[in-house]
């Protein structure tokens, strides 16, 4: 018996599955053969998988995951046969039973639970997957138990892949720069610090709009849409064509029409791209359009994340547009951050003596049907078209939509859906006087711009019924307005989608039933169940949304903190709005590591990756529970003697992959990253602080206080350190003591004291700071031997993924957690300062030559960065720790940045940031899109950390959640500051004037949105006179029951009573006045 891979595919088939034998035709789609095979075995609910070759299990969900399992066919003399298996027999209680009998349960149904290609990355069938246990496979258990401190996992032989075998996607990344042997000439933005975006600049500019977990579609640097990916799949190239803006003009007689789309960078022949990049690709559509009609000839953009507004200048035409493009973006309102939704707002100025008579049209191809994959070829043809129709509608007097929808793809009477289904709609808001006009179904762009520059415009409904196989309609919406001489009007249109069916298999999604195995469906739509609510919901509340997104932008952007900064934070929003995060039908928030050109890669809620990440945490702290939830919760993610698994299987109806582990019982767990389980014990104390409350924190409390108990009598050698296997966010496990995972750990141990004192655990408590207090002294005197900076205690015994000597950019991630979370110095501070500003010493460069980057040329020649690692001799140690030798990415600077400020290394930080933005000055590489194993990576996210660590905000829960002790002691420009702060519950600005000595001034807490209850505020006006302070919300004076400079250097006051603040009372003003 052999495999059939290889050979000629027979006509037919055997399928054996639930004891019967089934013959297919195994060139049909899937959609046909699911149905011959649940009418042949009688169950009209079945969904089916099949067995990889390494004994995982795979649903076939899509055309795609089919032709895979086609694949593993066998064949015994001239037949062929395929094995598959019932979904429902493979069910999670059944698993976790056989698991715990003897440990060799095979592993779960989903889409990427086998860690196939369907579930990480593009190009993955060829490769071990980025999926694979951490670290690799690890060799057998080493019998001696020879390193002090460890148990069966953590003292095994050398974690590293052999052979053919390879471990986060290496195979799918090239180790070859664009740039070769050749250094390309510099273009960098000048005007960056003003966020504005023109000429070369404009290149690799694409900023993703949308919700929040939901889908979206990126405004290009050229003025028109990319990165169409709101149907459930990842494809950060897709486009769909003959879709875009165009205006017409009448003014004095003459009439001008024109596309706003400009084809001044869609020659790319003489551009030298970036490694691993791909936004400067110019989709064939564009071009193809603008070769038939008219375009603008340039477009200028001011990008102030998450708004972006576009302007058309020398256009040629009578009056001036501007448009401004935004997606409901509030913190701390997660729900209408969701909508699936993209405002779109035109100000057209006629600066003319004439009045003007204007059209804006949109014109939008149906692609619903569409597998988010595949190409759509001249114009309207894809091989999953037909059955598209779209339909005027009517929402109320003033808000018209086409509802695009195909009537072929689901059968809701057997309740079954294919999860590119749905509905996509453009939509106008009209006013007294305007007139709307539409072309609902064509094919030819051309014969429609033939009717929308004619005297009389669109003008019917065009071709009727569905559209024919494999072909979609066109459609076309526009207003008409009358804008008078001297004046500006603005026209607003609408984006949206609703396609309510994902399903897990990340490469490709179709035909999951609600309730059964794989379907995963969207939280919208369970706010918004459909596209007409979806859209009366945003114009009804247009006005306060606007407003609110308007002031979240300006909250961050309107402040005297360094632009570089400015940016590096507000910037790292737009992953939460890629297709690397997922909310869930569950009402959970997912997500992937980052993704690729057409999958997501390295699913899902990777802990250590994520442990970098502080947007979702700072913005949306509910959402941000939620994963918690997953972890230490609900999710089973802890196994029973305390591991944190480092990736999640989805959906939760799996069991967790713990449950595969072989003797999982005996401790001898793969799969776990101990900076990825540190960081969760961390993050619970995070998501208590911004407001998760108690009741929360005791539910997840129990799993967090076991991985800490495993710490401590198991990892830990007694004196707070750790030596053995740290298999880590570096691919690879660590061997010997090093302060990247040590601080982790120290930090952890102070987390967990105070998380033990919120349980009331007096005696949990102290033996976490009787430990945290001899693991300082004792990791401190390991490594930090040389007395410049922390080195890595090598066990000579393990001399593998050596760190040794190295200036390493990620030694202190524990310390910067422990400024986080007011936690203090987790070291000492003059051994981290000095630390920092070796490692920027030694590992900054003005350039990078490609070849000595190993094993990714992320940068080149006109990129300046650190390097991950450097040695002060220069020398690279042979077994020398995976990644050193690549340029620090932004999910590091980040952080890095942040700490420095933290320790006082202002010009440091601002370095790194500065560097980081000109690599991403939208010359090479989209602003918002910070790679590293994909796109819209995850880590990045640290970014949004900045604003609160340059307020040097400061706040202490109260128990009931309902008050809180705040600060601020900005580290940036404290005597002239005004920057954003998110606290639980709210957020807005914080502004201080302050003298040299900071003996007078003023500080003011504006609430944007919210509520906010003050019991006491500390402020840093270190040298005032106490009786010269006064307090106001709003016109009303505040009483304070005491001022006092506290041993924090801070004034601190406590008032009266609870001080109660709101975006209508606020701000809350405090005046130092002048002694005399």
């Known amino acids: 018996m052999a495999a059939a891979v290889g050979k000629e595919m027979a006509r037919t088939v055997q399928v054996r599955v639930a004891g019967s034998t089934l013959l297919i035709n195994p060139a049909e789609r899937w959609s046909k053969t699911i149905q011959y095979l649940r009418t042949g075995l009688n169950q009209d609910d079945a969904e089916f998988v099949y067995s990889t070759t390494d004994s995982q299990y795979t649903m076939i969900t899509s055309d795609s995951v089919w032709k895979r399992a086609l694949e593993t066919t066998m064949q015994t003399g001239e037949t062929q046969f395929l094995n598959l298996m019932l979904a429902a027999d493979i069910s999670r209680e059944e698993q976790a039973s056989s698991a715990v009998g003897d440990g060799s349960a095979a592993s779960p149904v989903s889409g990427c639970v086998s860690n196939s290609a369907a579930g990480c990355c593009a190009a993955a069938d060829d490769f071990k997957q980025c999926c694979h246990p951490i670290a690799g496979e690890f060799s057998k258990p080493n019998d001696a138990r020879d390193l002090p401190g460890s148990d069966d996992w953590s003292a095994l032989e050398t974690p590293v892949l052999t052979g053919d075998e390879c471990y986060k996607c290496e195979k799918m990344f090239s180790t070859e720069s664009p740039v070769g042997d050749s250094v390309p000439p510099k273009v960098v933005n000048p005007t960056l610090p003003q966020f504005k975006y023109s000429g070369e600049a404009l290149r690799a500019c694409q900023l993703p709009l949308g919700p929040v977990g939901g889908g979206v579609i990126a405004v290009a640097g050229d003025g028109g849409l990319r990165q169409w990916q709101m149907v459930n799949e990842v494809n950060h190239v897709g486009h769909v064509p003959d879709s875009f803006w165009a205006i017409k003009t009448e003014v004095g007689g003459k009439t001008q029409c024109k596309v706003l789309q400009s084809d001044a960078l869609y020659d790319n022949s003489k551009f030298v791209p970036c490694y691993e990049v791909t936004d400067h690709i110019v989709p064939p559509g ?586 002060p001799d220069g020398k690279v140690p042979k077994n020398s720790l995976r990644y050193l030798r690549e340029v620090a990415w932004t999910g590091l600077s980040h952080y890095f940045a942040g700490l420095c400020i933290y320790l006082g290394q202002n010009d440091i930080a601002m370095q790194v940031l500065k560097d980081a933005r000109y690599c991403y000055d939208g010359t090479r590489r989209s602003p918002w899109n910070e790679i590293e194993c994909g796109d819209h990576y995850s880590r990045p996210m640290c970014g949004f950390q900045l604003f609160a660590t340059a307020s040097g905000i400061t706040w202490q829960p109260q128990p009931d959640m309902g008050h809180l002790r705040v600060g601020f002691k900005p580290l940036i420009g404290p005597n002239t500051y005004r920057g954003f702060y998110s606290l639980p519950n709210a957020w807005g600005q914080y502004s201080q004037t302050a003298a040299d000595d900071f003996t007078s001034g003023t500080a003011q807490i504006t609430i944007a949105y919210g509520t906010l209850g003050i019991v006491e505020l500390w402020l840093p006006f270190q040298n005032a006179d106490m009786e010269k302070i006064s307090v106001s919300l709003g016109s009303a004076n505040v009483p304070v029951k005491s001022a006092v400079l506290n041993k924090e250097g801070y004034v601190q006051l406590i008032f009266t009573s609870l001080v109660a603040m709101n975006q209508t009372n606020s701000p809350l003003k405090v005046t130092v006045a002048t002694s005399e």
């Open 286 to 871: 564009s071009i193809e359009l603008l070769k038939a009609l008219p375009g603008i000839p340039e477009v200028e953009i001011t990008a102030k994340y998450p708004v972006v507004e576009v302007d058309y200048p020398n256009s040629g035409l009578p009056v001036d547009i501007h448009m401004t493009a935004w997606s409901p973006c509030i913190p701390m309102d997660a729900k209408r951050s969701g909508i699936p939704i993209i405002v779109f707002d035109f100000d057209i100025t006629n600066n003319s003596q004439e009045d003007a008579q204007v059209t804006l049209m949109n014109a939008q191809q149906n692609m619903v049907g569409w597998d988010g994959q595949s190409p759509i070829t001249r114009g309207v043809y894809n091989q999953n078209y037909g059955g598209n129709s779209n339909a005027l509608v009517q929402l109320n007097d003033n808000l018209t939509a086409i509802d695009m929808f195909n009537t072929g793809l689901s059968d809701p009477v057997n309740e079954h859906y294919d999860s590119h289904d749905g509905h996509f709609a453009n939509c106008v808001a009209s006013g007294d006087g305007d007139v709307v006009s539409s072309l609902l179904q064509f094919f030819s762009v051309e014969a429609m711009w033939a009717m929308f520059t004619s005297q009389d415009g669109l003008k019917n409904n065009g071709l009727y019924g569905p559209s024919p196989p494999g072909r979609t309609w066109d459609s076309a919406l526009a207003l008409t307005r009358v804008v008078p001489a001297q004046s500006t009007s603005t026209i607003t249109f609408f984006l949206a989608w609703h396609f309510p069916y994902r399903v897990t298999n990340w490469a490709h999604g179709a035909g999951a039933k609600k309730g059964q195995p794989g379907y995963l469906g969207n939280y919208y739509a369970t706010l918004y169940p459909d596209i007409k609510t979806v859209l009366k919901f945003t114009h009804d509340q247009y006005d306060e949304l606007r407003s609110l997104t308007m002031a979240f932008r300006d909250c961050m952007f309107d402040s005297t903190l360094p632009w570089q900064l400015i940016d590096s934070a507000a910037g790292r929003v737009s992953p939460l709005r890629s297709p690397t995060c997922m909310w869930l039908g569950d009402g959970r928030l997912y997500a992937f590591e980052g993704c690729r050109e057409t999958s997501g890669c390295c699913p899902m809620n990777c802990t250590h990756v994520w442990n970098y990440e502080q947007s979702l945490a700072s913005l949306w702290p509910s959402l941000e529970q939620t994963m918690r939830d997953v972890d230490l919760g609900e999710g089973q993610q802890v196994t029973p003697e305390g591991r944190l698994v480092t990736r999640i299987v989805v959906p939760l109806m799996f069991r967790p992959t713990w449950m595969s582990f072989k003797n999982y019982q005996t401790k001898s767990s793969q799969t776990v990253c101990v900076d990825g389980e540190l960081g969760g014990v961390l993050k619970l104390y995070r998501e208590y602080r911004m407001g998760a409350g108690l009741t929360f924190f005791k539910k997840m409390w129990p799993k967090a206080k076991l991985i800490m108990n495993r710490w401590l009598t198991i990892n830990d050698l007694g004196d707070g350190t750790m030596s053995a296997a740290q298999p880590s966010t570096y691919d690879r496990a660590l061997y010997g003591v090093n302060t990247f995972i040590g601080s982790m750990y120290l930090c952890a141990l102070k987390a967990s004291e105070q998380m033990a004192l919120l349980d009331d655990d007096a005696e949990l408590a102290k033996t976490f700071a009787d430990r945290y207090a001899l693991g300082r002294q004792s990791l401190d005197k390991k490594c930090f031997v040389n007395k410049q900076w922390y080195t890595q205690q090598v066990d000579h015994r393990k001399p593998l993924e050596i760190l040794g000597d190295a200036t390493f950019v990620d030694c202190l991630l524990g310390q910067w957690w422990g400024y986080i979370l007011e936690l203090g110095d987790i070291l000492p501070l003059d051994h981290c300062k000095s630390t920092v500003t070796n490692i920027f010493a030694h590992n900054h460069q003005d350039s990078f030559i490609p070849k000595e980057q190993s094993p990714r040329p992320f940068m080149d020649q006109r990129d300046a960065g650190m390097y991950i690692g450097c040695w």
